[in-house]
């Protein structure tokens, strides 16, 4: 059974950057039958999407976002990272790792735990 | 962007009647449709892909429908474990986008 477990921060301060990172378990990160990525919740909101990364060096960002965006791959690890500088208090969120699966029309089948991230001083 | 809208915001329903949730999009996005189902405290969960494929987990009283811009998610028979937010969501353009949700709390 695939798992997602995140880990990082829960607690990043103002103007520096969130770094989160996705551990996956049961399977492998790599290769061309997925893509990796990365969504947050603001608090009682809907979901976001942040960006995915596929076949460990492509990647796609939401351009509100992909001036201060990172998601990358340690396939060594079997773990990929997102980091997010210069935050605000308007990244304070609910961020989620997760898996895109290419045979289940692209959608996220898999979802790590998230992590719930506040910006503050 | 493609804007998915929802509706409606809130349903309240009791358990063993039909549930209708609707979302549209800004323009025709061919049925690269996908439904999930959210919970308190816990991530989304894959519900519907391609519209209209059932993801492993759900009972058949789950199903979903729609072409173009107009896409519905309907249960059949509530159960008490369905009440939950559904989000929408597109892939058919890059940024992938979400619908607000619809609640859907017992009555």
């Not at chain 2, 405290?41 to 059932?54: E, H, T, V």
């Amino acid at each position: 059974q695939l798992q997602l477990q995140q880990s990082g921060p829960g607690l990043v301060k103002p103007s520096e950057t969130l770094s989160l990172t996705c551990s996956v378990s049961g399977g492998s990160i790599s290769g061309t039958r997925y893509y990796w990525g990365w969504l947050r919740q603001h608090p009682e909101k809907g979901l976001e999407w942040i960006g995915s990364i596929y076949n460990s060096e492509t990647t796609y960002y939401n351009p509100s976002l992909k001036s201060r965006v990172t998601i990358s791959v340690d396939t060594s690890k079997n773990q990929f990272s997102l980091k997010l500088t210069s935050v605000t208090a308007a990244d304070t969120a609910v961020y989620y790792c997760a898996r895109r699966l290419i045979a289940a029309g692209y959608a996220y089948d898999y979802w790590g735990q998230g992590t719930l991230v506040a910006v503050s001083s | 962007d493609i804007v998915l809208t929802q509706s409606p915001a809130t349903l309240s329903l009791s358990p063993g009647e039909r549930a209708t949730l609707s979302c549209r999009a800004s323009q025709s996005i061919s049925g690269q449709l996908v439904w999930y189902q959210q919970k308190p405290g816990q991530a989304p969960r894959l519900l519907i892909y391609d519209a209209s494929k059932r993801a492993t987990g759900f009972p058949a009283r789950f199903s979903g429908s729609g072409s173009g811009t107009d896409y519905t998610l309907t249960i059949s028979s509530l159960e008490p474990e369905d009440f939950a937010v559904y989000y929408c969501q597109q892939r058919f353009n890059w940024p992938i986008t979400f619908g607000p949700g619809t609640r859907l709390e017992i009555k």
